[in-house]
């Protein structure tokens, strides 16, 4: 019983940090792109901006929770770990790889338009960065 209970409370320790590092990637990659928050909020509401700094956005987002890596492609693995609990594996699986052939003029473009794609293809709206 006290086994369970000891991690019970690491589990929920660890998925508290891992929350607390998504918010402060956001509020790193506000800073670093110029973003507009509000523009980010519309977003992911839906409500798309092509912008240079939107895209640095989620280009910093993307790396940051290493769905793309430095060269901007997209990494399998992680996103197998970013799964919404509302939603089965394979469905979500199914949504990332209809998006990972998505390439843009640049490393930035090409994570914005894996986070629209992951989006679009969504019922549930894929949320890979934490907000």
């Known amino acids: 019983m006290e086994n369970r209970l000891v991690l019970l409370i690491v589990i929920n320790t660890l998925l508290l940090a891992q929350a607390a590092a998504k918010q402060d990637f956001h509020k790193k990659c506000l800073a670093s792109s110029g973003a507009n928050a509000d523009t980010i909020a519309k977003v ?16 910093c987002m993307l790396r940051s929770v290493g ?16 799964v919404p609990k509302d939603m089965k594996r394979d469905e ?3 949504i990332y790889m209809s998006c990972k052939d998505k390439k843009g003029a640049n490393n930035d473009e090409t994570a914005y338009l894996l986070y629209k794609c992951f989006w679009e293809a969504s019922p549930r709206h894929v949320k890979i960065d934490g907000q």
């Open 92 to 94: 979500a699986m199914k």
């Open 67 to 82: 769905v793309v890596n430095q060269a901007g492609q997209l990494q399998v693995a992680a996103l197998r770990k970013q």
């Open 44 to 59: 992911r509401n839906g409500k798309f901006s092509n912008d240079p700094q939107t895209q640095k956005y989620f280009g």
